[in-house]
């Protein structure tokens, strides 16, 4: 029983001098993952983070440039990984992620066409906006009212005018679009001209 119980020691003895501890004491702190403001931003060359060990050691650390990780399903969503790695004094390898996104959207909205029309009546009251819906590959869309007309043309004879009604928007990622519908409207507030018939005798 008691060479036993040395030979159990000695192994006990040989795990503890032989063990390692900073291989499961050495960390790097971590950098939740996260998303960039703004869209179409810059990636970041590299992350920055700390690292420390239980043998004393620590200090800073810069990630790689990363690397693409993928899009979300729609396209609009795009991730990169960035990664530290980190070998101490000694000789133990640790390393970890992080996982950077950014809305990305380099795609103009569509504005559905209205076509150019004519106003009912004569000398009919120009409408003070027009309304048509608008889509995007990452925004919502929606309806859109034009802005209150251009100038007003006239034809030479005098008894048709038109004004051009646009419409314009631009998507959560700055990129826009325009549509352009022309009104038209028979004029006339000229009264009509009856020729003189001079008085006469039978």
Request: hydrophobic letters at 30%; one cysteine or more; aromatic letters at 12%.
């Amino acid at each position: 029983m008691l060479i036993y119980f040395r030979k159990s020691l000695l192994g006990i003895l040989f795990v503890l001098f032989t063990w390692n501890p900073s291989t499961v004491f050495a960390q790097i702190a971590d950098i939740p993952d996260f998303q960039l403001s703004g869209c179409n931003s810059n990636w970041p060359s590299f992350l920055k983070t700390t690292w420390e060990d239980n043998c004393g050691g620590q200090g800073e650390i810069a990630s790689d440039s990363g690397v693409y990780d993928g899009n979300s399903e729609d396209g609009c969503i795009e991730y990169r990984l960035y990664t530290f790695a980190h070998k101490d004094d000694c000789g133990d390898f640790f390393k970890t992620t992080t996982r950077v996104a950014r809305e990305i959207d380099l795609i103009d909205p569509e504005i559905s066409d209205l076509e150019d029309f004519k106003l009912e009546g004569c000398n009919a009251e120009w409408p003070p906006y027009l309304i048509t819906k608008w889509s995007d590959n990452c925004s919502d869309g929606g309806e859109i009212q034009s802005d209150g007309g251009g100038e007003i043309s006239t034809t030479e004879d005098g008894c048709y005018q038109s004004r051009v009604y646009t419409f314009t928007v631009t998507d959560d990622c700055g990129n826009s679009a325009t549509e352009a519908t022309t009104v038209s409207r028979e004029y006339d507030e000229t009264d009509p001209v009856i020729t003189v018939v001079e008085d006469f005798k039978l």
